[in-house]
């Protein structure tokens, strides 16, 4: 795993906008693989950017998002899929039908998610994934466990992630119980990987993640140890305890 420490979170967010718009220049057909949370958004306000003032073209790329709340319709404000519009979709010229959310309202879930698998393998599997990592280590919602789920699934989540992203919906009573979300092999199977962190919140995570290269289920982000082109960014307040231990 190659580690990349920025100074603050705008530089975070720069590096890796401009290795997503390096892929894109590359193979302009590429598959994209998103994520939500607070700490992409800072690349989706770079790569629009980069997008309007350099001219980055989106109109053949494929996105597919890493995961959904269950029981939220796209139009809710809290979605990921209104999130995604907003923040980025809507200030590129990517064309609506290669946009992949998962929907966490569709009557038959679980052919739903098996689908989700196979349209990422039709289109040739996911070119580069960008990812964040929750404090307990989750990566997309694969939440830490007994065992991981290889294949985009329904998962419950966890009190403490649903804690983490009460601030999103006004009150914990109002944070969905479930979502769905790309497993941990769907993840695996992209062919780079960008993890990205920002924040103190997130320093003993990272500490831990990075201190050593074991890999265990209560930790799902350690998987990427196993990864063969996974880069994290970090910025300075998530790589605090890291480079405390160092010293
Ligand atoms: C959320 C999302 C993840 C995200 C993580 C961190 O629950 N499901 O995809 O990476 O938790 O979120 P944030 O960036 O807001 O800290």
Redesign the pocket.
Same mark, same amino acid.
């Given at each position: 795993m190659k580690t990349i420490i920025e100074e603050t979170y705008e530089g975070m967010s720069r590096m890796a906008a401009r290795i997503v718009a390096d892929e894109i220049r590359k193979k302009p057909d590429m598959v994209l693989g998103l994520?939500?949370?607070? /700490?992409?958004l800072g690349m989706y306000k770079e790569l629009i950017r980069i997008h309007k003032q350099e001219g980055l073209d989106f109109s053949r790329v494929i996105t597919f998002n890493?995961?959904e709340y269950y029981g939220l319709s796209p139009d809710n404000e809290q979605s990921y899929h209104y999130y995604m519009y907003e923040n980025f979709f809507k200030h590129i010229n990517i064309k609506p039908e290669n946009i992949h959310i998962p929907d966490g309202t569709v009557e038959d879930i679980n052919e739903f998610c098996e689908e989700y698998d196979r349209e990422i393998q039709r289109v040739g599997g996911i070119d580069l994934q960008v990812?964040?990592?929750?404090?307990n280590g989750?990566?997309?919602?694969n939440e830490p466990g007994d065992e991981l789920i290889t294949e985009t699934h329904v998962t419950t989540l966890t009190e403490e /992630?649903r804690i983490?992203?009460a601030r999103f919906f006004g009150k914990l009573e109002n944070v969905p119980e479930k979502?769905v979300?790309m497993g941990l092999g769907t993840i695996m199977k992209a062919k780079k990987i960008l993890l990205l962190a920002?924040?103190r919140?997130?320093a003993g995570i990272m500490s831990e993640l990075l201190s050593d290269t074991n890999v265990t289920t209560k930790v799902p982000a350690s998987f990427l140890h196993l990864h063969p082109d996974t880069t994290v960014i970090m910025d300075r307040d998530s790589a605090m305890e890291l480079l405390a231990k160092k010293l």
């Open positions: 994520a939500t949370g607070g /700490t992409p890493l995961d990812l964040g990592i929750g404090r989750h990566i997309g919602f /992630t983490a992203n979502a979300t920002s924040g919140e997130k």
